[in-house]
């Protein structure tokens, strides 16, 4: 068994009482700070990507993910390879044409950042510093 499955199984062990909150990748806020909300509510593994299921029909996906927090209070990857994070645009039909991403990769220079978002310019700078995924 992959770390990466361990890890599904360390998760799927915490359901339902795992922390929800506010998602933070690489010290970047998902939206503002502590201002939406997000339930874990399924996960899988596959050798090397965590897949994390969220009650509004949300996904991140975790390449290579490292050092594993997760109970009531804490949910935390201190590092991976490669962080997506997937959403509708909420309010509106859950459509591929509403589904948004944003897409977080480490490398030897640093963490870049990328998405489709197109209402806003999007000023993504993820630090290496910060852990991977926080739900804070």
């Not at 770390?3 to 062990?13: L, P």
């Not at 874990?40 to 949300?58: M, S, T």
């Not at 990769?105 to 489709?116: E, F, P, Q």
Request: proline share 4%; with cysteine.
């Amino acid at each position: 068994m992959s770390e990466t499955e361990k890890f599904a199984d360390r998760i799927r062990q915490a359901l339902p009482n795992v922390k929800s909150g506010t998602l933070r990748f690489w010290g970047e806020w998902f939206g503002k700070p502590y201002d939406n909300w997000h339930q874990l509510v399924r996960c899988e593994a596959k050798p090397d990507v965590l897949r994390l299921f969220f009650n509004e029909d949300e996904i991140l996906s975790v390449w290579a993910p490292g050092r594993l927090e997760v109970d009531r209070s804490t949910f935390r990857i201190s590092t991976a390879d490669r962080v997506r994070w997937e959403w509708f645009y909420y309010g509106r039909p859950k459509t591929a044409s509403n589904l948004y991403f944003q897409d977080f990769v480490r490398s030897s220079a640093g963490i870049s950042a990328t998405t489709n978002v197109d209402w806003y310019k999007a000023k993504l700078k993820p630090s290496a510093r910060e852990a991977a995924v926080e739900i804070l």
